[in-house]
């Protein structure tokens, strides 16, 4: 026998996975007949000029792997083994160009988009000594899988925080911890066994009238007025769900007012089935005054869903988001998703409930809301500056960005196009536009972030606008 | 005008909160007519004995709110609220009793699940330090929303990762990173525009199974024999997507035969639609001889989609798995989810992505491999030693868990019940019986997880189930 040659160079794989891979390929080549007999581990091991120890190895770890077959006292025998029918080989093939990602660098952009924060003033230090807490006091619990809702005890912190900030009142038991919104919703939409008409805002988040839409609901929009959702439409239309962003609608910024509030909720308990899904989405940040209590606070018929996150307040990155659930919806809640394993890291929500028990989070919050608004009037002070009167800025002291119409003849395409070739991250009403027609002859919406934006970067970043839509 | 007191102990609540609750409360109990003109700032603070600047700030959150408005030198006015009309209060009520959460105390219990792992060898401050890195170098990152798939980087380290240790050969972009295996497999089934047939291995693992019945696919389950799925059934069946755990096969343990997955290899490459799911949910843990060579590693056609997890490796309650998309899947991927949120915590996966390149990932999985193996004979040998003849263990030196046949005239539901009485966590085969009889006249089976259990607590944990299914 005289089938391969050892390699005993430093460097090499490990003699036995040489043996390994050598027979391996001998017999899934088809050189070994089946039933072969294979030389004893002494004799390969004679041959090969290697330990016996070797050869058993390789010869344990093809009968593993079902290579081969051993009978006692007679020896190890080649299995019979099917061929492969395909004639391509197992190396890699080329991988698709079109599919390839190329990541183009955003050196010496600028970003006034109202996705991202500011990430630079996130207290980390503490952060991190909450999750030492954590693994200090929970590891029995990082060994397991957490309640489909969270961790109890994470609800029960975030039940505590949400009925001070926002006067929302709930149980811990009706609090479900999502990656974010557009999970909760889905999980949300899946509790009901009757087929959903839903309606959403225009302009509006464009992710949950997608993500809604891709679920084949139902799914209409409802126009605005000055105070928000236009309920004479919403009447007319009659959905069983409307999604909706009282506390600062998104992009528009407005706030709806309370007689507006009220008939909302009026609306909502004439019927059973009706409810409105609170999409309260930075209501944490309010300048000047303080926060408007949430729509839920109001409710006096348990038809409003509140849907809260922790992207605005903590970072986007860190997918934290919750809602709160009536008693009825919780009951089929639980029904269907009692299986359902939880999605976030339970070190991170336990760190969480650690973060805003010890008052770090209100601490967090207060300093941001400072520091977002300096950077806001910064903002507005130069747009106004720079622009004149060819800007009318919806100035609406809340959140983390605003609505600006500029005066041009320019289209969006032609405004987005600019954009990028100027380096400024910057987006239009155009995607906020849910349906119908959204070009104005003679001026562009525009929904302006501030809160990534580093301050000294801000007269740049209004040049760069400027240029973009005067140049 | 004398509407109401302040109270201004220390303690109470700011002046101007009190002034705004109370007038506030008035308006909505309709105490004043409608464009009822309040007093001036000035009046009111004198008959409240406050100062103006507390009365300003209470009439600027009313006007925010849109309870009063204002008219330029004439003063604030009530506006036109409408009533509610429900007569409910807002005050809590009672919430459900069916709805409360209970916690039984888990004291004095031991565990032989198959789910849990062992967090007390988890190397927290590796993991911490690793966390502390990619604050350090990704604050950017931080401030946003991620890839869909997840972090480029991360993707990167998980294809280096699973092609050294499970041969997988795959691009960073064929990877797609999810909170579990769940999500992951249904964003797969979404994908897929044409209607699905699906078949699973029974006995297998049920969330998936219920999974894929939950989302409306066609699921039919394939039987096993010795050797895994049989092939002479999925080839009567047909389906277009077969989900397998060929490693360590679950719940069985068997490892499928090299043969064998050749078989289903050539089966899968006949048609192009048809794919096979590798769950190889605990392939790192292999007692004895190497990890074997996952099914992808041999595909020649770009018919198998792997899917890992770290749930084993590091830990359960970490949510972190992954999928390895062909090309074509991919492709689809892509063009349903351009526009999906990533799920799991940025944060988290950077941490991953420095503990797996710095060579800790490697280390703690050899470290655990050698204590769950320890725990694996211990417990082995214990059950020997109690039951002898009376229980028959499926040894096969992989995994987290193995099966064991008892003999006993118990059935499983009795089993179960004495179970929770002895304070032991065992998980029958029951469960995972998705169709056909499970009862098998004189003996049961057991699915006994090693992973968690403390090695002290072995004999007890034996002596219990030996109560449980004969005393």
Same mark, same amino acid.
């Given at each position: 026998?005289?089938?391969?040659?050892?390699?005993?160079?430093?460097?090499?794989?490990?003699?036995?996975?040489?043996?390994?891979?050598?027979?391996?390929?001998?017999?899934?080549?088809?050189?070994?007949?089946?039933?072969?007999?294979?030389?004893?581990?002494?004799?390969?091991?004679?041959?090969?000029?290697?330990?016996?120890?070797?050869?058993?190895?390789?010869?344990?770890?093809?009968?593993?792997?079902?290579?081969?077959?051993?009978?006692?006292?007679?020896?190890?025998?080649?299995?019979?083994?099917?061929?492969?029918?395909?004639?391509?080989?197992?190396?890699?093939?080329?991988?698709?160009?079109?599919?390839?990602?190329?990541?183009? !660098?955003?050196?010496?952009?600028?970003?006034?988009?109202?996705?991202? =924060?500011?990430?630079?003033?996130?207290?980390?230090?503490?952060?991190?000594?909450?999750?030492?807490?954590?693994?200090?006091?929970?590891?029995?619990?990082? *060994? +397991?899988?957490?309640?489909?809702?969270?961790?109890?005890?994470?609800?029960?912190?975030?039940?505590?925080?949400?009925?001070?900030?926002?006067?929302?009142?709930?149980? !811990?038991?009706?609090?479900?911890?999502?990656?974010? =919104?557009?999970?909760?919703?889905?999980?949300?939409? *899946?509790?009901?066994?009757?087929?959903?008409?839903?309606?959403?805002?225009? !302009?509006?988040?464009?992710?949950?009238?997608?993500?809604?839409?891709?679920?084949?609901?139902?799914?209409?929009?409802?126009?605005?007025?000055?105070?928000?959702?236009?309920?004479?439409?919403?009447?007319?239309?009659?959905?069983?769900?409307?999604?909706?962003?009282?506390?600062?609608?998104?992009?528009?910024?407005?706030?709806?007012?309370?007689?507006?509030?009220?008939?909302?909720?009026?609306?909502?308990?004439?019927?059973? @089935?009706?409810?409105?899904?609170?999409?309260?989405?930075?209501?944490?940040?309010?300048?000047?005054?303080?926060?408007? !209590?949430?729509?839920?606070?109001?409710?006096?018929?348990?038809?409003?869903?509140?849907?809260?996150?922790?992207?605005?307040?903590?970072?986007?990155?860190?997918?934290?988001?919750?809602?709160?659930?009536?008693?009825?919806?919780?009951?089929?809640?639980?029904?269907?998703?009692? @299986?359902?394993?939880?999605?976030?890291?339970?070190?991170?929500?336990?760190?969480?409930?650690?973060?805003?028990?010890?008052?770090?989070?209100?601490?967090?919050?207060?300093?941001?809301?400072?520091?977002?608004?300096? +950077?806001?009037?910064?903002?507005?002070?130069?747009?106004?500056?720079?622009?004149?009167?060819?800007?009318?800025?919806?100035?609406?002291? *809340?959140?983390?960005?605003?609505?600006?119409?500029?005066?041009?003849?320019?289209?969006?395409?032609?405004?987005?196009?600019?954009?990028?070739?100027?380096?400024?991250?910057?987006?239009?009403?155009?995607?906020?536009?849910? #349906?119908? #027609?959204?070009? =104005?002859?003679?001026?562009?919406?525009?929904?302006?972030?501030? *809160?990534?934006?580093? =301050?000294?970067?801000?007269?740049?970043?209004?040049?760069?606008?400027?240029?973009?839509?005067? #140049?």
């Amino acid at each position: 026998v005289n089938y391969f040659q050892i390699d005993k160079n430093k460097g090499s794989n490990y003699i036995y996975q040489q043996i390994y891979n050598h027979l391996k390929k001998l017999i899934l080549d088809g050189k070994f007949s089946t039933h072969y007999k294979l030389p004893s581990k002494r004799e390969l091991a004679e041959d090969l000029n290697v330990s016996i120890n070797s050869v058993a190895n390789a010869y344990e770890q093809l009968l593993e792997e079902g290579y081969i077959y051993t009978v006692e006292r007679k020896g190890y025998f080649v299995e019979d083994i099917i061929q492969f029918i395909s004639q391509q080989s197992t190396k890699k093939q080329d991988f698709p160009e079109d599919l390839k990602e190329h990541t183009e !660098p955003k050196e010496g952009w600028v970003s006034l988009s109202h996705i991202s =924060t500011d990430s630079t003033m996130f207290p980390y230090h503490e952060w991190v000594k909450c999750i030492q807490k954590a693994i200090k006091h929970h590891q029995q619990d990082l *060994a +397991k899988i957490t309640h489909p809702q969270g961790p109890f005890l994470v609800r029960k912190s975030i039940a505590n925080m949400v009925s001070l900030s926002r006067g929302v009142s709930c149980e !811990p038991e009706q609090i479900v911890i999502g990656t974010g =919104t557009q999970p909760l919703i889905q999980q949300l939409m *899946a509790t009901q066994p009757e087929k959903i008409k839903a309606a959403v805002e225009n !302009p509006g988040y464009a992710r949950i009238y997608k993500l809604l839409k891709g679920i084949s609901i139902d799914t209409y929009t409802v126009n605005l007025d000055e105070q928000g959702i236009d309920v004479k439409e919403v009447e007319k239309l009659n959905p069983n769900f409307l999604f909706i962003t009282p506390s600062h609608q998104f992009p528009t910024g407005t706030i709806m007012p309370i007689s507006r509030r009220i008939e909302l909720l009026n609306w909502a308990s004439m019927s059973k @089935d009706r409810y409105v899904v609170e999409d309260d989405y930075d209501s944490e940040f309010k300048y000047g005054t303080d926060n408007i !209590p949430s729509l839920q606070s109001l409710d006096r018929d348990q038809s409003v869903i509140y849907v809260g996150t922790f992207s605005k307040t903590l970072l986007p990155s860190f997918r934290m988001s919750y809602m709160v659930l009536p008693p009825e919806i919780l009951r089929g809640y639980r029904q269907k998703y009692s @299986d359902w394993i939880h999605g976030s890291n339970t070190l991170d929500l336990l760190a969480l409930s650690y973060f805003i028990d010890s008052g770090e989070y209100a601490k967090h919050i207060k300093k941001m809301s400072n520091h977002y608004n300096m +950077k806001r009037k910064e903002l507005i002070k130069e747009l106004e500056g720079r622009f004149g009167d060819k800007i009318i800025i919806k100035n609406v002291p *809340a959140g983390l960005h605003f609505l600006a119409e500029l005066k041009t003849d320019k289209g969006y395409q032609e405004i987005e196009k600019r954009a990028k070739k100027e380096r400024i991250e910057i987006y239009t009403i155009r995607r906020f536009m849910l #349906e119908g #027609e959204n070009e =104005t002859k003679g001026s562009i919406q525009l929904v302006l972030g501030f *809160a990534s934006i580093k =301050t000294e970067r801000i007269t740049e970043a209004v040049n760069r606008l400027y240029r973009v839509i005067y #140049e």
